[in-house]
């Protein structure tokens, strides 16, 4: 699947963006779409995930109880809200879909072939 993501900016620390990433042409049904993010001079992380056709969902532990991870079934979108936005929080927002990504990988970042293009979160202090 083709993957374009939007809706990253520039806020200052607890305010809320949020994602977007969308497939045109083809659809996520059977895939997991998950967010990853990389700030300068670390490591790609994960940051949340969703199971397309149960809704299942996962996040990773600084984000809990601030980031939510939704789908629009009509419009083939995955978003993630952010609020309560932390500098540490800064970094390029990559989303990645994969059919084959299963419970115990869905938090790496090799499981996943399709990735959409970066987008710039920065949270000013």
């Known amino acids: 699947v083709q993957l374009q993501a939007s809706g990253g900016g520039a806020v200052q620390a607890g305010g809320s963006l949020r994602l977007s990433c969308a497939t045109s042409?083809?659809?996520?049904?059977?895939?997991?779409v998950a967010w990853f993010r990389q700030a300068p001079g670390k490591e790609r992380e994960f940051v949340a995930g969703i199971r397309w056709n149960s809704g299942f969902t996962s996040y990773e532990d600084s984000v809990k109880g601030r980031f939510t991870i939704s789908k629009d079934n009509a419009k083939n979108t995955v978003y993630l809200q952010m609020n309560s936005l932390k500098p540490e929080d800064t970094g390029v927002y990559s989303c990645a879909a994969d059919r084959n990504v299963i419970t115990t990988t869905i938090r790496d970042s090799r499981a996943y072939d399709s990735w959409g293009q970066g987008t710039q979160v920065t949270v000013s202090s």
């Open positions: 042409g083809s659809t996520f049904r059977g895939h997991v």
